[in-house]
Protein backbone atom coordinates (compact mmCIF):
# COMPACT_ATOMS: atom_id res chain seq x y z
CA UNK A 1 0.00 0.00 0.00
CA UNK A 2 2.84 2.39 1.04
CA UNK A 3 4.72 1.64 -2.66
CA UNK A 4 1.36 2.58 -4.30
CA UNK A 5 1.03 5.82 -2.84
CA UNK A 6 4.47 6.51 -3.54
CA UNK A 7 4.69 5.58 -7.45
CA UNK A 8 0.87 7.82 -6.93
CA UNK A 9 2.93 10.74 -5.52
CA UNK A 10 5.78 10.79 -7.73
CA UNK A 11 3.12 10.74 -10.86
CA UNK A 12 1.71 13.75 -9.28
CA UNK A 13 5.09 15.73 -8.87
CA UNK A 14 5.75 14.71 -12.47
CA UNK A 15 3.10 15.62 -13.71
CA UNK A 16 2.71 18.99 -12.01
CA UNK A 17 6.63 19.91 -13.15
CA UNK A 18 6.23 18.93 -16.41
CA UNK A 19 2.79 21.30 -16.42
CA UNK A 20 5.25 24.12 -15.11
CA UNK A 21 7.69 23.47 -17.77
CA UNK A 22 5.34 23.71 -20.71
CA UNK A 23 3.49 26.27 -18.98
CA UNK A 24 6.52 28.27 -19.01
CA UNK A 25 7.52 27.19 -22.43
CA UNK A 26 4.00 28.91 -23.34
CA UNK A 27 4.81 31.96 -21.64
CA UNK A 28 7.94 32.05 -23.09
CA UNK A 29 6.62 31.76 -26.57
CA UNK A 30 3.94 34.57 -25.95
CA UNK A 31 5.37 37.02 -24.74
CA UNK A 32 2.11 39.01 -24.32
CA UNK A 33 0.87 36.91 -21.75
CA UNK A 34 4.12 37.05 -19.44
CA UNK A 35 4.83 38.95 -16.94
CA UNK A 36 7.65 41.63 -17.91
CA UNK A 37 9.11 44.52 -16.46
CA UNK A 38 8.07 48.18 -17.95
CA UNK A 39 12.24 48.39 -19.02
CA UNK A 40 11.50 45.46 -21.62
CA UNK A 41 8.36 46.47 -22.89
CA UNK A 42 9.76 50.48 -23.37
CA UNK A 43 11.86 49.37 -25.54
CA UNK A 44 9.54 49.22 -28.79
CA UNK A 45 8.63 52.74 -27.99
CA UNK A 46 10.19 55.78 -29.17
CA UNK A 47 10.95 57.30 -26.24
CA UNK A 48 11.96 54.41 -23.49
CA UNK A 49 13.05 56.45 -20.80
CA UNK A 50 10.33 58.46 -21.01
CA UNK A 51 8.06 55.06 -21.65
CA UNK A 52 9.63 54.17 -18.06
CA UNK A 53 8.19 57.21 -16.07
CA UNK A 54 4.81 56.28 -18.04
CA UNK A 55 4.55 53.07 -15.84
CA UNK A 56 7.17 54.04 -13.51
CA UNK A 57 5.82 50.80 -10.17
CA UNK A 58 3.50 48.95 -12.19
CA UNK A 59 3.62 45.49 -13.08
CA UNK A 60 2.22 43.54 -15.52
CA UNK A 61 2.20 41.85 -19.00
CA UNK A 62 1.77 44.03 -22.85
CA UNK A 63 -1.97 44.62 -22.16
CA UNK A 64 -1.90 45.79 -19.02
CA UNK A 65 0.89 48.20 -19.77
CA UNK A 66 -1.16 49.04 -22.93
CA UNK A 67 -4.50 50.11 -20.99
CA UNK A 68 -2.19 52.15 -18.43
CA UNK A 69 -0.91 53.93 -21.72
CA UNK A 70 -4.38 54.36 -23.14
CA UNK A 71 -5.84 55.60 -20.26
CA UNK A 72 -3.49 58.35 -19.31
CA UNK A 73 -3.41 59.51 -23.24
CA UNK A 74 -7.22 59.82 -22.55
CA UNK A 75 -7.03 61.73 -18.99
CA UNK A 76 -4.44 63.94 -20.69
CA UNK A 77 -6.45 64.84 -23.81
CA UNK A 78 -9.37 65.61 -21.57
CA UNK A 79 -6.99 68.27 -19.19
CA UNK A 80 -5.84 69.94 -22.57
CA UNK A 81 -8.71 70.17 -24.08
CA UNK A 82 -9.61 72.05 -20.69
CA UNK A 83 -6.69 74.03 -20.96
CA UNK A 84 -7.84 75.00 -24.62
CA UNK A 85 -11.47 75.83 -23.44
CA UNK A 86 -9.78 78.46 -20.72
CA UNK A 87 -7.62 80.47 -23.08
CA UNK A 88 -10.78 80.40 -25.38
CA UNK A 89 -13.36 82.10 -22.23
CA UNK A 90 -10.53 84.48 -21.99
CA UNK A 91 -10.05 85.59 -25.41
CA UNK A 92 -10.67 89.06 -24.86
CA UNK A 93 -7.27 89.98 -24.36
CA UNK A 94 -5.74 87.71 -26.87
CA UNK A 95 -5.41 88.54 -30.66
CA UNK A 96 -7.67 87.45 -33.16
CA UNK A 97 -4.36 84.45 -34.95
CA UNK A 98 -3.87 83.16 -31.38
CA UNK A 99 -7.54 82.70 -31.12
CA UNK A 100 -7.68 81.05 -34.07
CA UNK A 101 -5.21 78.51 -33.38
CA UNK A 102 -6.68 77.82 -30.25
CA UNK A 103 -9.60 77.47 -32.57
CA UNK A 104 -8.24 74.61 -34.90
CA UNK A 105 -6.42 73.00 -31.38
CA UNK A 106 -10.34 73.05 -29.92
CA UNK A 107 -11.71 71.56 -32.68
CA UNK A 108 -8.41 68.93 -32.80
CA UNK A 109 -8.77 67.99 -29.68
CA UNK A 110 -12.00 67.26 -29.43
CA UNK A 111 -11.28 64.46 -32.39
CA UNK A 112 -8.57 63.45 -30.17
CA UNK A 113 -10.81 62.81 -27.33
CA UNK A 114 -13.06 60.57 -29.62
CA UNK A 115 -10.68 58.21 -30.92
CA UNK A 116 -8.94 57.54 -27.50
CA UNK A 117 -12.26 57.01 -25.73
CA UNK A 118 -13.42 54.37 -28.28
CA UNK A 119 -9.67 52.49 -28.53
CA UNK A 120 -9.93 52.79 -24.20
CA UNK A 121 -13.29 50.85 -24.89
CA UNK A 122 -11.20 48.37 -26.85
CA UNK A 123 -8.62 47.79 -24.93
CA UNK A 124 -9.82 47.02 -21.82
CA UNK A 125 -11.94 45.08 -23.01
CA UNK A 126 -9.70 42.90 -25.50
CA UNK A 127 -6.47 40.41 -23.88
CA UNK A 128 -5.14 39.69 -27.41
CA UNK A 129 -5.08 40.36 -31.02
CA UNK A 130 -7.60 41.91 -32.30
CA UNK A 131 -9.63 41.50 -35.77
CA UNK A 132 -7.10 42.55 -38.28
CA UNK A 133 -9.71 45.25 -39.89
CA UNK A 134 -10.63 46.31 -36.38
CA UNK A 135 -7.26 46.57 -35.11
CA UNK A 136 -6.24 49.10 -38.47
CA UNK A 137 -9.30 51.26 -37.37
CA UNK A 138 -7.80 51.62 -34.24
CA UNK A 139 -3.76 52.06 -35.19
CA UNK A 140 -5.14 54.37 -37.54
CA UNK A 141 -7.10 56.66 -35.01
CA UNK A 142 -3.61 56.73 -32.99
CA UNK A 143 -1.82 57.65 -35.86
CA UNK A 144 -4.39 60.63 -36.29
CA UNK A 145 -4.47 61.43 -32.63
CA UNK A 146 -0.43 62.29 -33.41
CA UNK A 147 -1.16 64.24 -36.29
CA UNK A 148 -3.21 66.63 -34.48
CA UNK A 149 -1.38 66.88 -31.84
CA UNK A 150 1.09 68.28 -34.29
CA UNK A 151 -1.03 70.25 -36.09
CA UNK A 152 -2.02 72.12 -33.06
CA UNK A 153 1.43 72.86 -32.50
CA UNK A 154 2.23 74.19 -35.94
CA UNK A 155 -0.43 76.65 -35.44
CA UNK A 156 0.39 77.98 -32.47
CA UNK A 157 4.08 78.05 -33.43
CA UNK A 158 3.37 79.74 -36.60
CA UNK A 159 0.49 82.03 -36.15
CA UNK A 160 0.27 82.76 -32.23
CA UNK A 161 1.39 86.51 -30.90
CA UNK A 162 0.82 86.07 -27.07
CA UNK A 163 3.63 84.24 -25.91
CA UNK A 164 2.38 83.18 -22.48
CA UNK A 165 -0.43 81.58 -24.40
CA UNK A 166 2.06 79.97 -26.83
CA UNK A 167 4.71 78.52 -24.48
CA UNK A 168 2.02 77.41 -22.04
CA UNK A 169 -0.12 74.89 -24.47
CA UNK A 170 2.69 73.73 -26.67
CA UNK A 171 4.33 72.69 -23.45
CA UNK A 172 1.62 70.79 -22.50
CA UNK A 173 1.52 69.79 -25.99
CA UNK A 174 4.90 68.59 -26.46
CA UNK A 175 4.58 66.24 -22.96
CA UNK A 176 1.15 65.16 -23.96
CA UNK A 177 2.59 63.99 -27.63
CA UNK A 178 5.53 61.90 -26.00
CA UNK A 179 2.77 60.04 -24.16
CA UNK A 180 0.30 59.42 -27.21
CA UNK A 181 3.43 57.79 -29.22
CA UNK A 182 4.16 55.53 -25.98
CA UNK A 183 0.42 54.59 -26.67
CA UNK A 184 0.45 53.94 -30.31
CA UNK A 185 3.84 51.83 -29.70
CA UNK A 186 2.25 49.94 -26.79
CA UNK A 187 -0.92 49.41 -28.68
CA UNK A 188 1.04 48.08 -31.78
CA UNK A 189 3.12 46.13 -29.39
CA UNK A 190 -0.14 44.20 -27.98
CA UNK A 191 -3.78 44.15 -29.93
CA UNK A 192 -2.34 44.77 -33.76
CA UNK A 193 -1.18 41.35 -35.78
CA UNK A 194 1.41 41.60 -38.27
CA UNK A 195 -0.02 42.47 -41.29
CA UNK A 196 0.17 40.11 -44.04
CA UNK A 197 1.68 42.01 -47.45
CA UNK A 198 -0.44 40.74 -50.66
CA UNK A 199 2.20 40.79 -53.71
CA UNK A 200 -0.81 39.39 -56.38
CA UNK A 201 -4.08 39.99 -56.82
CA UNK A 202 -6.37 37.66 -58.26
CA UNK A 203 -8.46 40.56 -59.98
CA UNK A 204 -5.70 43.12 -60.01
CA UNK A 205 -8.31 46.40 -60.05
CA UNK A 206 -12.05 46.07 -59.46
CA UNK A 207 -14.90 48.34 -61.29
CA UNK A 208 -12.91 49.46 -63.99
CA UNK A 209 -15.89 49.68 -66.52
CA UNK A 210 -16.83 52.68 -65.13
CA UNK A 211 -14.23 56.19 -65.67
CA UNK A 212 -14.57 59.73 -66.05
CA UNK A 213 -16.90 60.29 -63.36
CA UNK A 214 -19.49 57.73 -63.82
CA UNK A 215 -20.61 55.27 -61.04
CA UNK A 216 -22.82 52.77 -60.82
CA UNK A 217 -25.10 54.27 -58.16
CA UNK A 218 -28.08 52.05 -57.13
CA UNK A 219 -31.38 54.39 -56.64
CA UNK A 220 -34.92 54.43 -55.56
CA UNK A 221 -37.44 55.18 -58.81
CA UNK A 222 -38.18 58.74 -57.02
CA UNK A 223 -34.15 59.32 -56.14
CA UNK A 224 -32.92 58.12 -59.70
CA UNK A 225 -36.10 60.72 -61.03
CA UNK A 226 -34.67 63.56 -59.28
CA UNK A 227 -31.31 63.18 -60.13
CA UNK A 228 -32.26 62.58 -63.77
CA UNK A 229 -34.43 65.23 -63.99
CA UNK A 230 -31.32 67.78 -62.34
CA UNK A 231 -28.82 66.53 -65.16
CA UNK A 232 -31.46 66.55 -67.92
CA UNK A 233 -31.93 70.05 -67.59
CA UNK A 234 -28.35 70.54 -67.91
CA UNK A 235 -27.53 68.04 -70.57
CA UNK A 236 -30.07 65.99 -71.92
CA UNK A 237 -28.21 63.10 -70.81
CA UNK A 238 -27.84 60.71 -67.97
CA UNK A 239 -24.19 60.25 -66.17
CA UNK A 240 -24.52 57.88 -63.57
CA UNK A 241 -25.67 54.03 -64.57
CA UNK A 242 -27.52 51.59 -62.39
CA UNK A 243 -25.33 49.80 -60.29
CA UNK A 244 -24.40 48.14 -56.97
CA UNK A 245 -23.55 51.81 -54.62
CA UNK A 246 -26.66 52.11 -52.51
CA UNK A 247 -28.01 55.62 -52.34
CA UNK A 248 -30.56 56.49 -49.72
CA UNK A 249 -31.61 59.86 -50.76
CA UNK A 250 -31.09 63.23 -53.16
CA UNK A 251 -31.20 66.35 -53.30
CA UNK A 252 -30.23 68.97 -55.52
CA UNK A 253 -28.47 72.23 -55.49
CA UNK A 254 -28.80 74.54 -58.23
CA UNK A 255 -27.98 78.59 -58.31
CA UNK A 256 -31.16 79.12 -60.46
CA UNK A 257 -33.39 77.82 -57.70
CA UNK A 258 -34.75 74.91 -59.82
CA UNK A 259 -33.13 72.58 -56.65
CA UNK A 260 -33.79 72.04 -53.41
CA UNK A 261 -30.96 74.47 -52.67
CA UNK A 262 -29.15 77.25 -53.91
CA UNK A 263 -25.70 76.66 -51.52
CA UNK A 264 -24.15 74.02 -51.20
CA UNK A 265 -23.72 74.68 -47.08
CA UNK A 266 -27.86 74.53 -46.90
CA UNK A 267 -27.70 71.11 -48.75
CA UNK A 268 -24.94 69.55 -45.82
CA UNK A 269 -26.98 71.18 -43.17
CA UNK A 270 -30.57 68.89 -44.38
CA UNK A 271 -28.07 65.67 -44.59
CA UNK A 272 -29.16 63.09 -41.59
CA UNK A 273 -26.40 62.81 -39.00
CA UNK A 274 -24.58 59.28 -38.79
CA UNK A 275 -25.55 57.33 -41.28
CA UNK A 276 -24.32 54.08 -40.94
CA UNK A 277 -22.52 52.53 -44.04
CA UNK A 278 -25.05 49.75 -44.96
CA UNK A 279 -27.57 52.35 -45.23
CA UNK A 280 -26.05 53.77 -48.24
CA UNK A 281 -24.64 57.51 -49.19
CA UNK A 282 -27.19 60.63 -48.81
CA UNK A 283 -26.18 62.29 -52.28
CA UNK A 284 -26.04 65.78 -53.09
CA UNK A 285 -26.00 66.76 -56.83
CA UNK A 286 -24.53 70.36 -57.32
CA UNK A 287 -25.47 71.51 -60.57
CA UNK A 288 -22.83 73.62 -62.88
CA UNK A 289 -21.83 77.18 -61.38
CA UNK A 290 -19.00 78.67 -59.11
CA UNK A 291 -19.88 78.02 -55.44
CA UNK A 292 -18.11 80.49 -53.69
CA UNK A 293 -18.46 79.10 -50.24
CA UNK A 294 -16.64 78.01 -47.21
CA UNK A 295 -17.78 74.16 -46.86
CA UNK A 296 -16.48 72.51 -43.37
CA UNK A 297 -18.29 68.89 -43.55
CA UNK A 298 -18.28 67.90 -39.64
CA UNK A 299 -18.05 64.42 -38.54
CA UNK A 300 -21.65 63.62 -37.62
CA UNK A 301 -21.99 63.83 -41.43
CA UNK A 302 -21.03 59.95 -42.30
CA UNK A 303 -21.79 58.48 -45.62
CA UNK A 304 -22.45 61.70 -47.87
CA UNK A 305 -21.38 61.91 -51.42
CA UNK A 306 -21.04 64.97 -53.39
CA UNK A 307 -21.51 64.97 -57.22
CA UNK A 308 -20.70 67.64 -59.69
CA UNK A 309 -21.29 68.37 -63.22
CA UNK A 310 -17.92 67.66 -64.21
CA UNK A 311 -14.61 69.53 -63.89
CA UNK A 312 -14.33 73.02 -64.58
CA UNK A 313 -18.33 72.95 -64.58
CA UNK A 314 -18.85 72.80 -60.44
CA UNK A 315 -16.76 74.98 -59.10
CA UNK A 316 -15.98 75.69 -55.25
CA UNK A 317 -14.03 78.47 -54.50
CA UNK A 318 -12.44 80.83 -51.79
CA UNK A 319 -9.73 82.39 -51.10
CA UNK A 320 -8.30 82.11 -47.40
CA UNK A 321 -4.37 82.13 -46.80
CA UNK A 322 -1.86 82.27 -44.33
CA UNK A 323 -1.15 85.79 -45.78
CA UNK A 324 -3.93 86.96 -44.77
CA UNK A 325 -4.40 85.83 -41.00
CA UNK A 326 -5.55 82.71 -41.53
CA UNK A 327 -3.89 79.63 -39.86
CA UNK A 328 -2.79 76.55 -42.74
CA UNK A 329 -5.16 74.32 -41.18
CA UNK A 330 -8.05 77.02 -40.91
CA UNK A 331 -7.35 78.53 -44.82
CA UNK A 332 -9.11 75.71 -46.94
CA UNK A 333 -11.38 76.61 -48.92
CA UNK A 334 -13.20 72.96 -48.57
CA UNK A 335 -12.88 70.86 -45.45
CA UNK A 336 -14.08 67.58 -44.44
CA UNK A 337 -13.77 64.98 -41.83
CA UNK A 338 -16.87 63.16 -42.01
CA UNK A 339 -15.91 59.07 -42.18
CA UNK A 340 -16.82 57.75 -45.45
CA UNK A 341 -17.40 60.98 -47.59
CA UNK A 342 -17.13 60.67 -51.61
CA UNK A 343 -16.62 63.74 -53.83
CA UNK A 344 -16.80 63.37 -57.91
CA UNK A 345 -16.56 65.62 -60.83
CA UNK A 346 -16.21 68.94 -58.71
CA UNK A 347 -13.34 71.39 -58.92
CA UNK A 348 -12.18 73.09 -55.48
CA UNK A 349 -10.17 76.28 -55.68
CA UNK A 350 -7.92 78.21 -53.41
CA UNK A 351 -7.50 81.36 -55.36
CA UNK A 352 -4.93 83.70 -52.55
CA UNK A 353 -2.35 83.19 -55.38
CA UNK A 354 1.68 82.60 -54.64
CA UNK A 355 1.90 85.34 -53.07
CA UNK A 356 -0.11 84.92 -50.34
CA UNK A 357 1.69 81.79 -49.24
CA UNK A 358 0.04 78.60 -47.45
CA UNK A 359 -4.12 78.48 -48.95
CA UNK A 360 -5.70 75.82 -49.24
CA UNK A 361 -8.31 74.19 -51.39
CA UNK A 362 -9.07 70.90 -49.70
CA UNK A 363 -8.03 69.19 -46.36
CA UNK A 364 -9.79 66.40 -45.59
CA UNK A 365 -9.45 64.16 -42.31
CA UNK A 366 -12.29 61.88 -43.25
CA UNK A 367 -11.48 58.46 -42.80
CA UNK A 368 -11.92 56.10 -45.51
CA UNK A 369 -12.76 59.60 -47.94
CA UNK A 370 -12.57 59.35 -51.48
CA UNK A 371 -11.97 61.72 -54.38
CA UNK A 372 -13.21 60.80 -57.97
CA UNK A 373 -12.68 62.78 -60.94
CA UNK A 374 -12.27 66.06 -59.07
CA UNK A 375 -9.47 68.85 -59.46
CA UNK A 376 -7.58 70.57 -57.02
CA UNK A 377 -6.49 74.09 -57.71
CA UNK A 378 -4.17 76.42 -55.73
CA UNK A 379 -0.52 77.44 -55.21
CA UNK A 380 1.28 76.23 -52.02
CA UNK A 381 -0.46 73.87 -50.08
CA UNK A 382 -3.47 73.10 -52.57
CA UNK A 383 -4.30 69.78 -51.19
CA UNK A 384 -4.38 69.15 -47.28
CA UNK A 385 -3.87 65.32 -46.72
CA UNK A 386 -4.05 66.03 -43.30
CA UNK A 387 -5.43 62.62 -41.73
CA UNK A 388 -6.45 59.14 -41.67
CA UNK A 389 -7.35 56.74 -44.75
CA UNK A 390 -7.91 58.80 -48.78
CA UNK A 391 -8.04 57.43 -51.77
CA UNK A 392 -7.78 59.96 -54.97
CA UNK A 393 -8.39 58.42 -58.88
CA UNK A 394 -8.08 60.24 -61.98
CA UNK A 395 -7.75 63.70 -60.19
CA UNK A 396 -6.20 67.05 -61.31
CA UNK A 397 -3.82 68.51 -58.57
CA UNK A 398 -2.15 72.21 -59.48
CA UNK A 399 0.38 74.25 -57.11
CA UNK A 400 3.75 75.45 -56.47
CA UNK A 401 5.12 74.59 -52.86
CA UNK A 402 4.50 72.08 -50.75
CA UNK A 403 1.15 71.41 -52.67
CA UNK A 404 0.47 67.44 -51.90
CA UNK A 405 0.74 67.72 -48.12
CA UNK A 406 -0.49 66.26 -44.71
CA UNK A 407 0.19 62.72 -42.95
CA UNK A 408 -3.01 60.64 -43.89
CA UNK A 409 -2.68 57.32 -45.23
CA UNK A 410 -3.26 58.46 -48.68
CA UNK A 411 -2.96 56.87 -52.51
CA UNK A 412 -3.44 58.76 -55.24
CA UNK A 413 -3.72 56.58 -58.54
CA UNK A 414 -3.92 57.98 -62.31
CA UNK A 415 -3.97 61.42 -61.37
CA UNK A 416 -2.56 64.43 -63.04
CA UNK A 417 0.04 66.68 -61.08
CA UNK A 418 0.89 69.57 -62.59
CA UNK A 419 3.42 71.91 -61.46
CA UNK A 420 2.94 75.85 -61.70
CA UNK A 421 5.08 78.81 -62.22
CA UNK A 422 6.31 80.10 -58.46
CA UNK A 423 6.94 83.61 -56.85
CA UNK A 424 10.74 84.70 -58.17
CA UNK A 425 13.47 82.55 -56.44
CA UNK A 426 10.74 79.87 -55.14
CA UNK A 427 11.50 76.23 -56.32
CA UNK A 428 8.28 74.12 -56.68
CA UNK A 429 7.71 70.78 -54.52
CA UNK A 430 5.10 68.33 -55.01
CA UNK A 431 4.67 66.66 -51.56
CA UNK A 432 5.61 67.52 -48.06
CA UNK A 433 4.86 64.21 -45.98
CA UNK A 434 4.24 65.19 -42.16
CA UNK A 435 4.70 61.86 -40.47
CA UNK A 436 6.02 62.38 -37.00
CA UNK A 437 6.25 59.12 -35.30
CA UNK A 438 7.53 56.30 -36.69
CA UNK A 439 4.45 53.67 -35.94
CA UNK A 440 2.54 55.87 -37.50
CA UNK A 441 0.77 54.14 -40.27
CA UNK A 442 0.76 57.18 -42.81
CA UNK A 443 2.21 58.34 -45.71
CA UNK A 444 1.80 59.30 -49.21
CA UNK A 445 1.76 56.70 -52.39
CA UNK A 446 1.93 57.93 -55.77
CA UNK A 447 1.10 55.68 -58.74
CA UNK A 448 0.47 55.74 -61.95
CA UNK A 449 0.22 59.47 -61.89
CA UNK A 450 1.45 61.94 -64.84
CA UNK A 451 3.65 64.35 -63.79
CA UNK A 452 4.13 68.09 -65.91
CA UNK A 453 4.58 71.21 -65.93
CA UNK A 454 1.11 73.52 -65.96
CA UNK A 455 0.96 76.11 -69.14
CA UNK A 456 2.52 78.98 -67.02
CA UNK A 457 5.77 77.08 -65.33
CA UNK A 458 5.86 74.93 -68.88
CA UNK A 459 8.28 77.79 -70.99
CA UNK A 460 10.48 78.04 -67.27
CA UNK A 461 11.51 74.95 -66.36
CA UNK A 462 14.65 75.29 -67.48
CA UNK A 463 14.86 78.58 -64.45
CA UNK A 464 12.96 77.08 -61.92
CA UNK A 465 13.58 73.78 -60.24
CA UNK A 466 10.89 71.37 -59.36
CA UNK A 467 11.13 68.21 -56.95
CA UNK A 468 9.19 65.28 -55.96
CA UNK A 469 9.15 66.18 -52.23
CA UNK A 470 10.87 67.23 -49.14
CA UNK A 471 10.48 66.25 -45.47
CA UNK A 472 8.29 68.19 -44.26
CA UNK A 473 8.83 66.36 -40.40
CA UNK A 474 11.65 63.71 -39.35
CA UNK A 475 9.72 60.25 -40.03
CA UNK A 476 8.32 61.69 -43.88
CA UNK A 477 7.63 58.71 -45.89
CA UNK A 478 6.61 59.37 -50.35
CA UNK A 479 6.81 56.80 -52.57
CA UNK A 480 6.16 57.43 -56.23
CA UNK A 481 5.83 54.19 -58.20
CA UNK A 482 5.19 53.19 -62.19
CA UNK A 483 4.57 57.22 -63.23
CA UNK A 484 5.25 59.70 -65.59
CA UNK A 485 7.24 62.05 -64.90
CA UNK A 486 8.56 65.06 -67.54
CA UNK A 487 11.37 66.58 -67.91
CA UNK A 488 10.24 69.67 -64.73
CA UNK A 489 12.21 67.38 -62.17
CA UNK A 490 15.07 68.04 -61.28
CA UNK A 491 17.90 65.48 -61.48
CA UNK A 492 18.27 65.40 -57.56
CA UNK A 493 14.43 64.25 -57.58
CA UNK A 494 13.91 65.24 -53.52
CA UNK A 495 15.12 68.44 -51.76
CA UNK A 496 16.07 69.22 -48.19
CA UNK A 497 13.97 70.93 -45.58
CA UNK A 498 16.60 72.56 -43.73
CA UNK A 499 20.22 71.07 -43.47
CA UNK A 500 20.16 66.91 -43.13
CA UNK A 501 16.84 67.41 -41.20
CA UNK A 502 15.57 64.01 -41.10
CA UNK A 503 17.29 62.67 -44.21
CA UNK A 504 18.61 59.51 -42.24
CA UNK A 505 14.69 59.34 -40.68
CA UNK A 506 12.84 59.72 -43.65
CA UNK A 507 11.62 56.84 -46.13
CA UNK A 508 11.88 58.10 -49.38
CA UNK A 509 10.98 55.78 -52.67
CA UNK A 510 10.74 55.30 -56.42
CA UNK A 511 10.13 52.07 -58.64
CA UNK A 512 9.44 51.29 -62.20
CA UNK A 513 8.91 55.41 -63.37
CA UNK A 514 9.27 56.34 -66.78
CA UNK A 515 9.76 59.49 -68.41
CA UNK A 516 12.52 61.74 -68.75
CA UNK A 517 12.24 62.85 -65.24
CA UNK A 518 12.29 59.44 -63.73
CA UNK A 519 16.14 59.06 -64.11
CA UNK A 520 17.62 57.95 -61.40
CA UNK A 521 21.52 58.27 -61.92
CA UNK A 522 22.07 61.79 -60.47
CA UNK A 523 19.29 61.30 -57.38
CA UNK A 524 19.63 62.49 -53.95
CA UNK A 525 22.13 59.51 -51.68
CA UNK A 526 20.10 60.54 -48.46
CA UNK A 527 20.32 57.11 -45.93
CA UNK A 528 16.25 57.21 -46.30
CA UNK A 529 15.78 57.44 -50.08
CA UNK A 530 15.74 54.14 -51.94
CA UNK A 531 14.70 52.60 -55.47
CA UNK A 532 12.68 49.59 -54.53
CA UNK A 533 11.59 46.74 -56.29
CA UNK A 534 8.12 45.28 -56.52
CA UNK A 535 8.23 43.35 -53.13
CA UNK A 536 8.69 46.88 -51.26
CA UNK A 537 6.20 48.55 -53.44
CA UNK A 538 3.52 46.15 -52.91
CA UNK A 539 3.73 47.62 -49.04
CA UNK A 540 2.12 50.99 -50.89
CA UNK A 541 -0.51 49.93 -52.67
CA UNK A 542 -4.06 49.97 -51.85
CA UNK A 543 -4.97 46.78 -50.89
CA UNK A 544 -1.85 47.02 -48.34
CA UNK A 545 -1.54 50.55 -47.62
CA UNK A 546 -5.16 51.37 -47.16
CA UNK A 547 -6.30 48.12 -46.91
CA UNK A 548 -9.00 49.75 -49.63
CA UNK A 549 -10.32 46.41 -50.55
CA UNK A 550 -12.46 46.19 -47.31
CA UNK A 551 -14.04 50.03 -47.86
CA UNK A 552 -13.32 50.98 -51.57
CA UNK A 553 -16.28 48.89 -53.53
CA UNK A 554 -19.11 50.32 -51.50
CA UNK A 555 -17.62 53.73 -53.25
CA UNK A 556 -18.16 52.29 -57.13
CA UNK A 557 -15.10 54.23 -57.76
CA UNK A 558 -12.25 52.38 -59.54
CA UNK A 559 -9.22 51.68 -58.44
CA UNK A 560 -6.14 49.03 -58.51
CA UNK A 561 -5.41 46.90 -55.46
CA UNK A 562 -2.06 46.41 -56.33
CA UNK A 563 0.85 46.98 -59.16
Known sequence: MALKHFSILTFSLSYLLSFLVLASLSIADDPSSSIVPPATICGSTVDPTYCKTVLANQNGNIFDYGRISVRKSLSQSRKFLNLVDSYLQGSLSLSQSTIGALEDCKFLAELNLEYLTNTYATANQASGLLPTSQAEDFETYLSAVLTNQQTCLDGLQTTTSDPTVKNDVSSTLSDDTKLHSVTLALFLKGWVPKKKIMTSWPQNGRHLDFHNGRLPLQMSNRVRAIYDSARNRRHGRKLLQAGSVVVSDIVVVSQDGTGNFTTINAAIAAAPNNTAASNGYFLIFITQGVYQEYVSIDKTKKYLMLVGDGINQTIITGNHSVGDNSTTFNSATFAVVAQGFVAVNITFRNTAGPSKFQAVAVRSGADMSTFY????????????????????????????????????????????????????????????????DPNQNTGTSIQNATIKAADDLAPNIGTVRTYLGRPWKEYSRTVFMQSFMDRLINPAGWSEWSGDFALSTLYYAEYNNAGPGSNTTNRVTWPGYHIINATDAANFTVSNFLSGDNWLPQTGVPYLSGL
Open 373 to 436: SCSFEGYQDTLYTHSLRQFYRECDIYGTVDYIFGNAAVVFQNCNIYSRLPLSGQFNTITAQGRT
